[in-house]
T-cell receptor, first 112, second 114 residues
Framework: DAKTTQPTSMDCAEGRAANLPCNHS???????VYWYRQIHSQGPQYIIH???NNETNEMASLIITEDRKSSTLILPHATLRDTAVYYC?????????????FGAGTRLFVKA | DTEVTQTPKHLVMGMTNKKSLKCEQH?????MYWYKQKAKKPPELMFV???????INESVPSRFSPECPNSSLLNLHLHALQPEDSALYLC?????????????FGPGTRLLVL
């Protein structure tokens, strides 16, 4: 099963881009990379997902390396409300399938 | 609209009580999930319902009993819980159960067992 590795915590200045890395070196060709975040005491919030191409939506951008062994979630202009735990999750038929298996995540602190 | 609602927001119960958690979605999703999250830990899957039938039980103790009365509702019945069952209980839903289906989570019910 593909596992993910993320830094335990990161800081970011308000207004700057937050770049959150994720390593998934054992990812298989048909496994997707998903990102969720969880603001304190709330339910996880879906952010974005991708297979091999870079993806962008109104919340963030997802950059996946060509070999797919790592990815970076980019919050282009971080605000204090982006302080949360960010989870990078690999999902595919051999990685729990429709299960969303959360790792420890990265705790992002956005500072004024 | 990607809203999943959960009631109650908070629940305190004794070890001999029976209570129920409720979850509702009106997105037409056919898969619904219960997760449990202990403090400072990531969420862990408990149950999965697909088309109103239980498809996964992650070896959850029988004091937790899920129920899916219809495609929009999911309940979790609690009986004879232990203090270590105190946690945030999260409900989620997705269109289907394929691995490309995005799961949307509710705000959770914070449970305290005394």
């Amino acid at each position: 099963d593909a596992k993910t590795t993320q830094p335990t915590s990161m800081d970011c200045a308000e207004g700057r881009a937050a770049n959150l890395p994720c390593n998934h070196s054992t990812i298989s060709g048909n496994e997707y990379v998903y990102w969720y975040r969880q603001i304190h005491s709330q339910g996880p919030q879906y952010i974005i997902h991708g297979l091999k191409n870079n993806e962008t939506n109104e919340m963030a951008s997802l950059i996946i390396t060509e070999d797919r062994k790592s990815s970076t979630l980019i919050l282009p202009h971080a605000t204090l409300r982006d302080t949360a735990v960010y989870y990078c999750i690999v999902r595919g038929p051999n990685t729990g399938g429709f299960k969303t298996i959360f790792g420890a995540g990265t705790r992002l602190f956005v500072k004024a | 609209d990607t809203e999943v609602t959960q009631t109650p927001k908070h629940l305190v119960m004794g070890m001999t009580n029976k209570k129920s958690l409720k979850c509702e979605q009106h997105m037409g999703h056919r898969a619904m999930y219960w997760y449990k999250q202990k403090a400072k830990k990531p969420p862990e899957l408990m149950f999965v319902y697909s088309y109103e039938k239980l498809s996964i039980n992650e070896s959850v103790p029988s004091r937790f009993s899920p129920e899916c009365p219809n495609s929009s509702l999911l309940n979790l019945h609690l009986h004879a819980l232990q203090p270590e069952d105190s946690a945030l209980y999260l409900c989620a839903s997705s269109q289907g159960t394929g691995f490309t289906e995005t799961q949307y989570f509710g705000p959770g019910t914070r449970l305290l067992v005394l």
